[in-house]
């Protein structure tokens, strides 16, 4: 079996800071991705990507900037974070992103900006 | 656009009664429906998935059937225990597509 990691598991920013939030599996997967969970609002894709260096933005991608520099690592950049902002980040891989693939996900980054 | 819509946020259930979880999608192609879950700190992870019409799949007590007639992969339970308690997330995805689409999720929360 593999795991997606995530660092930080927690992070606290600044209003207008530029945040870094990291992702790594050893699934050998081809596909990771970037979701977003607000409390009511389920999860929002933010980008994903099918192979190194390769990225697509989702329906959230305003705002942030991802890099997929190896297979095994994805990292979402918060370009400037917003006052009072809070969400759990979580990042996923999968296969090949084919119709049928299952995602796995990591245990995500739970940003707070003050 | 795609989209896939949980009609209840929060259903609250006691020990033993049967569950019944709304997820009905709108799409374009022919989807693939999955249920996620996600327990309280821990990753989301599959639960059960399907693509075929009328066909029942199931996984560790938890049934559904995509009816593609009515748009819908309602996710059921004959008898829920207090582990049941959990972030329920019906998702849909289309052939050629990359991306999976998420409903809003359902809080499932068990008392004794």
């Known amino acids: 079996g593999g795991i997606i990691t995530q660092t930080p598991k927690f992070l606290i920013g600044q209003e207008g800071q530029k945040l870094t939030l990291k992702c790594q599996q050893n699934?050998?997967?081809?596909?990771m991705y970037w979701y977003r969970q607000d409390s009511g609002k389920g999860l929002r894709l933010i980008y994903y990507?099918?192979?190194?260096?390769?990225?697509q933005k989702g329906d959230l991608s305003e705002g942030y900037d991802a890099s997929r520099e190896k297979k095994s690592s994805f990292s979402l950049t918060v370009t400037s974070a917003q006052k009072n902002e809070m969400a759990v980040f979580l990042c996923?891989?999968?296969?090949?992103?084919?119709?049928?693939?299952?995602?796995?996900f990591g245990s995500g980054t739970r940003l707070t900006v003050l | 656009g795609d989209s896939v819509t949980q009609t209840e946020g929060l259903v609250t259930l006691t020990k033993g009664l049967p569950v019944m979880l709304n997820c009905t999608y709108q799409?374009?192609?022919?989807?693939?429906l999955f249920w996620y879950v996600q327990h309280l700190n821990e990753a989301p992870k599959l639960l059960l998935k399907?693509?075929?019409?009328?066909k029942r799949t199931e996984h560790q007590g938890f049934y559904a059937t995509l009816h593609k007639s009515s748009s819908s992969f309602h996710l059921q339970k004959s008898s829920v225990q207090l582990s049941d308690s959990a972030l329920y997330f019906c998702?849909?995805?289309?052939?050629?597509?990359?991306?999976?689409?998420f409903g809003q999720g359902t809080k499932l929360s068990i008392k004794p």
């Open positions: 996923a891989s999968s296969i090949e992103g084919g119709s049928a693939e299952t995602l796995y």
């Open positions: 998702a849909s995805r289309n052939y050629n597509q990359g991306k999976l689409i």
């Open positions: 699934f050998n997967h081809d596909t």
């Open positions: 399907s693509s075929t019409d009328n």
């Open positions: 799409t374009t192609y022919s989807p693939f």
């Open positions: 990507s099918i192979t190194e260096n390769d990225l």
